[in-house]
């Protein structure tokens, strides 16, 4: 027993390292580890930021971390809200059509994004808004896969917190508000962090509806950015680190609800 | 009573339902049903002529397509093989490591970092390494074992270079895998498996006659998922071969690649929504059936 968890920890500890090499190679080229050597350097020889300093001092920099902040935030703020109250009906209320209302968020959630991309882009384009922030947040508000989500969330509430709170005399929006919401805060907060690092990450809606470089998000920025200094590598991972920073953050911070998250996304029924 | 609640309901709702679905109809079903339209059409920059099923015909006798489909297919091949990988590291973690230890939750989340990360920092990554640290490490190994040949960068490769966006793809999914797998170890009798040990199974044996039927639903989850997901791989193809389909041409794409190219660098819109159409169909029939078997729970 014991020499089998030993041959456990060794074989699936090693198996780790495929996971961290490539993320330290990154942070390594990006303060110069020369990978052009022969053999590739692991640590920089002559460690430098210049990599870093090729973002900070140009003068597009500011404004793509800032439009990150503002697209993420915007879209998680606005998808969650929408999506707090379709789930919370798809759960609680009774109406007509619900069936074929509730299939239309099923249909749109295994849409594949990156299909639906190329009319929606012809869309966005006859409405004037290509290159513009509406452009760029106002389809990504629609997320079926929330929507989804708190309904499952709420679906594992009992009735009878809502029935105390009948009998109490609560109104409808109360009983939504301060006592169903608050129960399925984990999930909640699952959904807020999964928007967030969704939206931040998302560079293939950006690549179809921005050109103009004042308005890029960090990821698709630092992809393009790439494009044109191949041949510096340390600027591209550089780059790379920038772009993956503020989701890593997010990530170690919130670890858990992470992984009970992608637990969520599985769950049935 | 009923009658009366649900008189009150209405406006509660329109309220909940408002919001989403204007946006959904303006930003969902108005494009889905558009590109629809589309792939009927000729379209182009100031161009926009009906041309009935032309599309769907030219579609299938572009080499290309056809191409792009056989990769796609690869990269689902290689997912579903690969998919066995999770389901190993699950079984060892959760049946052979105690709840509390504390290995278990940092495999788990080392495994699961790449999917929170941009595929662009990730693409950056494996860039790196297929180019200039893996062919060094199998030049090391080359000065211990006589190893023939040479080991230039896989990427630049015709056929080494689909095997390793997929590798990548797998690896990519791979945290997200055990962590689902990991709800249905659940269901896994460890009394079972004692028993079969006793009567002297093997661990293989154990795998596939236990493991692996005691948490069927789970396995079933993650392969139609792998299947939905695989089949509009895009991310890894774009970003670690580039914009001109892989080494020697067409190598690593896949439809929604060459979607994207016939969109984007050729625009031709219809004959990409036609595509798109196709890709669609696929992907909704899979995902359709797994959830016709899950709604049965849901409501």
Redesign the interface.
Known sequence: MKR??IL??GV??A??L??????Y??GA?SVNAD??A???EWFPSQPSIVGYEAYFYRSGFGRWVLNSFIYSISITAGSV???V??G??FSR???RGK?V??W?????M???????Y??????MARLQLVDTYAGMI??L??N?FS?FLVKQAF?GVPRDFEEAAVVDGAS??QI?FSVMLPLVRPVMITVLLFNF?WS??N??WP??VLSNNSLFN???A??LQ?NTFTII?QN??A???L??IV??I??IIA?DY??KG??L????? | MKRKS?H???S??L???L???V??A???????A??IV?SLYN?GIELDVFIGVQNFIDLASDRLFWISFRNTLLYVVVMAVGGFGPIL?AG??EL??SENDR?RR?????????????????????R??F???IP?GY??IQNVVPLSGEFGNPLNSPDLALPMVALVWL?TWF??NI??L??GMKSVDPALIEAARVDGARNLRIFFGIIIPAML??VV??AT?GF?WT??I??PIW?LTGESGGPGGWTTSSL?YL??KE??SYFR?GY??AM?VV??LF??AV??TQ?RL??K???
């Open positions: 089998s968890r456990i920890y699936l500890g198996s780790l495929l996971w961290i090499v490539p993320f190679i990154l080229v990978m052009l022969r053999p590739p809200a929408i999506s109250l379709a919370y009906a209320l009774q109406f069936t209302l509730f239309l968020v099923l249909i749109g295994m849409m594949p994004a990156i299909v639906y190329i009319p929606l882009f012809i869309t106002l389809p508000l629609v079926p929507v679906d409808p929006y939504m690092i931040w990450n560079w293939i690549l179809f960090l990821p698709i630092v992809w790439s590598f591209v991972a780059g790379g680190v772009a993956a989701p890593l997010l990530y670890l992470f992984m992608v637990v996304t599985g769950l049935k029924g | 649900r009150s309901n209405f509660l709702v309220v909940c339902l919001p989403f679905y946006l959904f303006a930003f969902y079903l108005v494009p889905i558009y590109g589309m379209v590291v060892i973690l052979h490591l290995f940092i495999y788990y989340s080392v495994t699961l970092a790449p999917w929170v990360v941009s595929w662009v920092s990730l693409g950056f990554a494996w790196f390494l180019s200039s640290y060094a030049e090391a690896w945290g997200f962590l689902l990991k709800a639903p789970y989850f993650m998922m939905i089949f509009q895009f991310d970003l929604t979607m994207v969109a984007k819109f990409a929504s798109g890709v669609s992907v909704l995902s359709l959830f899950m709604y729970r849901l409501v």
